[in-house]
């Protein structure tokens, strides 16, 4: 029955499990260990836990079992594995997966971290990375050989918001027995189709939308009964990246309000992504719904929305950057995103900082281009905050 119901239902219900107190909010299990009745039980339990047992929450937990078989039912995978955060998720789903000399494709339009572990920490392992541009189904079937073991890209780029075709880049992988991996942040579980669209393995930094409101780090795999339990769970329960049951509870609770908040925040998105597009302090307006984005039917196809980040880039550079930070006065400085509260960052000097010149400039990372994580704040005020910003470049 849980199989038919729609996504925003199962965000509030699926997994729920109610102790014997029969209570209405899921109850937060902060225990790192369980007691066994006698230690052929504890025995037992070691060789094989039931679905209802528990050994050490590394290894899992009621609360954090409770979040992974929400969010599993939400995107519609089979099972997931919930971890310390989105990074914990992007290298535990990786590592589990590879090692020394096998060969991945990917997207080279990455978030700084997801880069570093592509680039510098696979490859320290004997790993070879073929980086390739994501929108370009070509150059990815121009990678993807034989003994491909894996292939992985952000569907939604992080600054750039380039829209990868999953669809399209899953068949290229698939016909080599190569797994797709997607990080799908930018896409938010809302208006995911992920696994629809032919991703294998789905990670999400919970530490986003799922919590969205700026309290816990967390992260999620999600994939098949096979590659959670036989390679990701092994590899994450021996090496350490468990979610805190505490962090389980709190994501719990961002499930329930997700849809609502995901869909605010992308109809306020539009509004405002089509409200200064063309504005004459800017190069350019980042938005997948937009008309003039390059991969606007691909998003359309595979998200139900724009999701909730927009990207402008301002003519001046960096100086002209920050003026606009410095006068905004509702959207603030950091460098989350997904939050309820609108957030601006500059990626160049912050979340791409590591970057070198040139590969900033063949990313699209300029000095002038600022990333607004769009928030719950009226959509009005935001445009005029932004517009008043720009009239202080
Ligand atoms: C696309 C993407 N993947 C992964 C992460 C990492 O998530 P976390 O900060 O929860 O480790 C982020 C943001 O930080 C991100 O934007």
Not at 272 to 285: C, P, Q, S
Not at 313 to 338: E, H, P, V, Y
Request: aromatic share 8%.
């Amino acid at each position: 029955m849980t199989k038919d119901w729609s996504p925003r239902t199962k965000s509030v219900h699926s997994g729920t499990r109610r102790s014997q107190y029969g209570e209405m909010s899921e109850a937060i299990f902060l225990t790192q260990g369980f007691v066994y009745d006698s230690p052929e039980q504890a025995e037992a339990r070691f060789i094989e836990s039931g679905p209802e047992e528990f050994i050490y929450a590394r290894y899992g937990n009621p609360t954090v079992r409770m979040f992974e078989d929400r969010i599993a039912a939400i995107e519609g995978t089979e099972d997931a594995f919930a971890t310390a955060s989105g990074m914990a998720a992007v290298s535990g789903a990786l590592t589990s997966m590879l090692k020394a000399g096998d060969h991945v494709v990917s997207a080279k339009a990455l978030f700084g971290s997801c880069l570093y572990i592509l680039e510098d920490v696979l490859t320290r392992y004997g790993v070879e990375v073929t980086f390739v541009d994501g929108t370009d189904l070509a150059a990815w079937k121009a990678a993807v050989r034989d003994d491909t073991k894996a292939v992985f890209l952000e569907s939604v780029s992080n600054p750039t918001l380039e829209v990868i075709d999953v669809k399209g880049v899953a068949e290229i992988a698939h016909a080599k027995g190569a797994l797709v991996v997607v990080d799908n942040v930018f896409a938010t579980p809302a208006f995911s189709k992920a696994a629809e669209l032919g991703a294998d393995v789905i990670v999400y930094s919970a530490t986003k939308h799922i919590d969205g409101q700026g309290r816990c780090l967390g992260g999620v795999i999600c994939g098949t009964k096979e590659f959670i339990r036989k390679t990701a769970e092994p590899y994450l329960k021996h090496t350490g990246g468990a979610l805190s049951p505490f962090n389980a509870w709190v994501m719990l609770k961002g499930l329930e309000t997700l849809h609502l908040r995901c869909n605010a925040q992308a109809e306020s998105a539009l509004f405002i992504a089509e409200a200064l597009e063309g504005h004459n302090k800017l190069d350019r307006t980042l938005y997948p719904y937009l008309n003039s984005h390059p991969q606007q039917s691909v998003a359309k196809e595979q998200m139900g929305a724009g999701g909730t980040v927009i990207s402008l880039d301002i003519q001046g550079g960096k100086d002209a950057a920050f003026r606009f930070l410095n006068a905004l006065g509702i959207i603030l400085i950091s460098n989350n995103l997904g939050d309820s509260k609108s957030i601006v960052t500059h990626p160049a000097t912050t979340t791409h900082q590591r970057l070198s010149d040139e590969k900033r400039a063949e990313l699209g990372i300029t000095d002038g281009l600022v990333r607004i994580s769009i928030g719950l704040e009226d959509k009005s005020d935001l445009l005029a905050d932004i517009r008043t910003a720009l009239d202080a470049v």
